[in-house]
């Protein structure tokens, strides 16, 4: 099997280990090459269909060739800092999500080496536009390095305090406890967040955190909202609130998660229907 035929196995994989229906995600991750994004061989990856669990090693061998990262596993970027280059197929479901279109702007929050951000850049194509950020200045500048073939895209050292805009798309790979209110404001009347929301778990004990991941639709005082799934991920950095974090607790089983409907950015006192209340960012029923 040639590269061009592994990868195009590899985006079927995840069409179907993800549901996916998006046919242009599923192009996206045929054509953009993971390896380039991973510094040279040997790899260090996961085990096939395992998610990562940062409570026990994710590495389990040390030769991993091409066939081996081309499929549902976390790779890793830098073993001391268990950084790793993330599961493949809950990215797919995020980027499902918010679904970046032709011609979009995009925000990426926690880019790490740049291997998502240029699947997104495949999606808004070359009449679009990505900015990406990273906290760790060594990542933003590998991001930098790779991402040179899509000159629409950005990437800086950063927390993306200050995102500038406007973006249809703001995509936070990263632990929050809320939307940063330079986030939210940059959002274009059509723009969609993909946001994940985590408590501080013992398991994490570098920072970091388990929960779950929203998607948000700007609308007209009320946002509609979609749980996407679990997440176990590292701190987002200047989007933490210990008092968000203490609510935010009552929502991590599935069950509880599926009760938020709607996000209020809008002052207003706390009322029946709210269930992570902060000032600019209250979920609700």
């Known amino acids: ?52 669990n940062p409570a026990a090693p994710f590495v389990t061998k040390t030769d991993a060739g091409l066939e081996d990262i081309y499929q549902d596993v976390v790779v890793t970027i830098d073993a001391a800092r268990q950084i790793n280059n993330g599961q493949p197929s809950v990215h797919v479901r995020w980027l499902e999500a918010v679904s970046p ?68 798309v703001i995509y936070v790979n990263a632990g929050a406890t809320h939307a940063r209110k330079q986030w939210v404001s940059s959002l274009t009347a059509r723009g969609r967040i993909l946001l994940p929301l985590t408590v501080h778990l013992p398991m994490f004990p570098g920072g ?38 203490s609510q935010l607790r009552k929502f991590l089983s599935p069950d509880a998660a599926a009760k938020i409907q709607a996000l209020s950015i809008e002052p207003h006192l706390k009322g029946d229907q709210c269930l992570v209340h902060l000032e600019g960012f209250c979920l609700q029923t």
């Open 1 to 52: 099997m040639n590269l061009q035929e592994t990868r195009r196995t590899y985006a079927e994989k995840l069409r179907d280990i993800a549901n996916l229906r998006v046919e242009t995600i599923v192009e996206a991750f045929a054509r953009v090459p993971r390896e380039d994004f991973l510094g040279p061989p040997p790899w260090q990856v996961g085990q096939v269909g395992q998610p990562y």
């Open 101 to 168: 279109q032709p011609g979009e702007s995009v925000l990426h929050i926690g880019c790490g080496v740049g291997y998502y951000t240029a699947i997104m850049a495949e999606l808004v194509g070359p009449t679009g536009r990505v900015v990406a950020f990273d906290i760790e200045p060594d990542l933003a500048a590998r991001a930098q390095a790779c991402l040179q073939a899509w000159p629409q895209v950005r990437a800086e050292h950063g927390d993306g305090s200050q995102p500038g805009g406007p973006y249809d």
């Open 208 to 245: 970091g955190g388990v929960g779950f991941v929203i998607c948000a639709r700007r609308g007209d005082g009320r946002w509609p909202v979609r749980v996407v799934g679990g997440v176990g991920i590292y701190d987002c950095a200047g989007a933490r609130d210990p008092m968000a974090e």
